[in-house]
């Protein structure tokens, strides 16, 4: 039995899989770290990238303690992605960074359910009021430290830190507890705010309330440098802020007080 058609399709496919110094290509892949609250402009990045090159980005979500100390472990990695300038930071006083790109604001807000703000219109009437709250841990998540800040300019961060029944490790998790109604309210990113105003009231921000700063670092552990820089380009293009702007962070340069 002939099985020509069938040869020519597998010569096809061969050559398709050839470059053009007549070798065979092959996917090559980065390995990548990124605050979990990041994830939905992050996936966008990637699937651009991924479409774009035919290569593979593995993506290892977590809070910033989380990744950070999968990375300090494993001591592999080409990319880090960080809500807070603070953790690329230390990343860089360990030799660990060759390049650093700021890309978008992270800016904490306080928000209520809608269900249980009535009456509720500023952080004396909170403060007052036996609602509950949950917070990221200062020590797991970029908006920890900032979000502590955040009740110390209320002029009521006494007040308010008793009504802390929670904290957790990664934003994804805060922003579900506040929306299952587990708390009354929590001190979320501005960027989880804006996509449930039909749920949650964000109450004013007192001045001077720092925002952190989304920063990519590369990584001296890349295997792939070329590779790894054309990624981070793809972050730090129109498009990639864009995909940052689209889910609710602030560019950066509007005047906002940066946390050191």
Do not use: W
């Amino acid at each position: 039995m002939r099985s020509f058609p069938l040869i020519g399709a597998a010569l096809a496919a061969l050559f398709l899989g050839c470059g053009l110094n007549g070798g065979l290509t092959q996917a090559a892949e980065l390995h990548l770290y990124a605050g979990a609250g990041l994830q939905p402009a992050v996936a966008t990045v990637i699937a651009k990238f991924e479409q774009d090159t035919g290569n593979h980005v593995v993506v290892e979500y977590g809070g910033s303690g989380q990744i950070m100390t999968r990375y300090q472990l494993t001591g592999q990695g080409d990319l880090f992605l960080a809500g807070s300038a603070f953790d690329i930071n230390k990343l860089q006083q360990k030799g660990k960074v060759t390049a650093a790109y700021p890309l978008a604001l992270h800016i904490p807000v306080l928000v209520l359910r809608r269900d249980k703000a009535q009456g509720i219109n500023n952080y004396a009437d909170l403060a007052a009021s036996h609602l509950r709250l949950a917070m990221g841990d200062p020590k797991a998540i970029a908006l920890g430290r900032s979000g502590e800040r955040l009740l110390d300019a209320t002029g009521y961060g006494t007040q308010l830190r008793a009504k802390v029944v929670v904290r957790t490790a990664d934003m994804p998790q805060l922003v579900l507890y506040v929306l299952q109604g587990n708390v009354d309210g929590a001190v979320v990113g501005r960027s989880d705010a804006v996509k449930h105003l039909d749920v949650l009231k964000v109450l004013p921000s007192p001045n001077n309330v720092p925002a952190e700063v989304v920063t990519l670092a590369q990584l001296t552990t890349s295997q792939n440098v070329p590779l790894t820089k054309q990624l981070a380009g793809y972050f730090t293009s129109p498009q990639g802020i864009k995909a940052f702007a689209d889910q609710g962070f602030l560019p950066i340069g509007r005047g906002v007080k940066l946390n050191p």
